[in-house]
C-alpha cells in the first residue's frame, strides 16, 4: 500500500493551496480517509476525513469553513483544499487510509508533504 501526498509549498497567509493523495494497493473505494498535520514540536493534528463513498465529511474546528476535503475513487485520489492559511497553518500534512473514521483513521500513511505558510 503506498499514499503519496503533494501540493504542498511555500504560500503567504491568506493564500491557497490544494493537496492531493494517491493511493494505491488498496481497494481505495473502500477506506476512509483522513489528513493529519504535524507541525515542529507538535503532536499530529486531525484536520479532516471523508467516508469512502464520499457523503460524510468531517473536519477539526480549526479548519472549518477553510479547508474542503474531497475524493475521487476513479482516480485513487482525495483532495484537500486549503483557503485563507494562516501562519500557524504550516506543518507536514499526511494523509491516512483506513476503515476506521475520523481521528481514527490510520492503517496507512503516506510520507507527508510541507506546507509553509508566510505571515
Known amino acids: 500500500v503506498q499514499l503519496v501526498e503533494s501540493g504542498g509549498g511555500l504560500v503567504q497567509a491568506g493564500g491557497s493551496l490544494r493537496l492531493s493523495c494517491v493511493a494505491s494497493g488498496l481497494t481505495f473505494s473502500t477506506y476512509n480517509i483522513g489528513w493529519f498535520r504535524q507541525a515542529p514540536g507538535k503532536e499530529r493534528e486531525f484536520i479532516a476525513s471523508?467516508?469512502?463513498?464520499?457523503?460524510?465529511?468531517n473536519y477539526a474546528d480549526s479548519v472549518k469553513g477553510r479547508f474542503s476535503i474531497s475524493r475521487d475513487n476513479a482516480k485513487n485520489t482525495v483532495y484537500l483544499k486549503m483557503n485563507n492559511l494562516k501562519f500557524e497553518d504550516s506543518a507536514v500534512y499526511y494523509c491516512a487510509a483506513g476503515k476506521a473514521l475520523g481521528v481514527l483513521i490510520g492503517d496507512y500513511w503516506g510520507q507527508g508533504t510541507q506546507v509553509t505558510v508566510s505571515s
Open positions: 471523508v467516508s469512502w463513498r464520499g457523503f460524510a465529511t
